[in-house]
């Protein structure tokens, strides 16, 4: 998986927002394409990540949304104006795995993890590097003229970390994102950077 320019300076920073709690991602369910709502809980930290990412924006943004309404609302809670809604942002495709927990997932397929078993019927690890490759292209050649804020889910979000800087998929399992969660990405001398990882609402 080539790195893309993964090397190129970038002029500001990106931001990534994971929508709030919903009552699947308490239950452990995985929540690819099934469109739930936020919680009451969830849509109180999205309205909170808002006030955590106005802390740290220094001037106008792009903001681009997955379609599923859990990230649209968050926008929209967090007081951002969504330019684009992309199914580039959508969350890992789980498959025939949609909806089950990880323990469930183990009865059949014992030590099932996403990042080191497959997805019948879903996307492949590679699949999803390579569809996150993609949308880190275009993000950063917007980052040449504004800052830009991705609101998506935690599994894609998680690649998207390890691919900003030049990890494989595969090593998303080493970064925490809560929901509404928000983590800045950015670069010293052209070496991308995690500058802030998971600030969570408080």
Same mark, same amino acid.
Do not use: C
């Given at each position: 998986? /080539?790195? +893309?320019g993964?090397?190129?300076?970038? $002029? #500001? @920073?990106?931001?990534?927002?994971? #929508? &709030?709690?919903t009552?699947?991602?308490? $239950?452990?369910? +995985?929540? &690819?394409?099934t469109?739930?709502?936020?919680?009451?809980?969830?849509?109180?930290?999205?309205?909170?990540?808002?006030?955590?990412?106005s802390s740290?924006?220094?001037?106008?943004a792009?903001v681009?949304?997955?379609?599923?309404?859990?990230?649209?609302?968050?926008?929209?809670l967090?007081?951002l104006?969504v330019?684009?809604?992309?199914? %580039?942002?959508? @969350?890992?495709?789980? !498959?025939?795995? %949609?909806?089950?927990?990880?323990?469930?997932?183990?009865?059949?397929?014992?030590d099932?993890?996403?990042?080191?078993h497959?997805?019948?019927g &879903? @996307?492949?690890?590679? %699949?999803? /590097?390579?569809?996150?490759?993609?949308?880190?292209?275009?993000?950063?050649?917007?980052?040449?003229?504004? @800052?830009?804020?991705?609101?998506?889910h935690? +599994?894609f979000?998680?690649?998207?970390?390890?691919r900003?800087?030049?990890?494989?998929?595969s090593a998303?399992?080493?970064?925490?994102?809560d929901?509404? !969660?928000?983590?800045?990405? &950015?670069?010293?001398?052209?070496?991308?950077?995690?500058? #802030?990882? $998971?600030?969570?609402?408080?």
């Amino acid at each position: 998986m /080539g790195d +893309h320019g993964i090397f190129a300076t970038v $002029n #500001h @920073e990106l931001f990534l927002l994971r #929508h &709030g709690q919903t009552e699947w991602s308490v $239950n452990g369910r +995985h929540t &690819g394409r099934t469109d739930v709502p936020l919680t009451a809980a969830g849509e109180s930290q999205a309205r909170a990540s808002g006030l955590t990412l106005s802390s740290l924006r220094k001037g106008s943004a792009l903001v681009l949304s997955s379609p599923r309404r859990r990230a649209v609302r968050t926008a929209e809670l967090a007081g951002l104006v969504v330019g684009e809604v992309t199914e %580039e942002l959508a @969350e890992w495709d789980y !498959g025939d795995y %949609e909806g089950l927990t990880t323990p469930k997932i183990r009865e059949t397929v014992p030590d099932w993890t996403i990042w080191t078993h497959p997805v019948p019927g &879903g @996307e492949s690890q590679e %699949e999803v /590097g390579a569809r996150a490759d993609r949308l880190l292209v275009r993000v950063r050649a917007a980052l040449a003229d504004t @800052e830009v804020i991705l609101v998506g889910h935690g +599994h894609f979000s998680r690649v998207l970390l390890a691919r900003w800087i030049g990890l494989p998929p595969s090593a998303g399992v080493r970064f925490a994102l809560d929901p509404a !969660g928000v983590s800045v990405l &950015g670069d010293e001398r052209g070496v991308p950077q995690i500058q #802030h990882l $998971n600030i969570v609402p408080s």
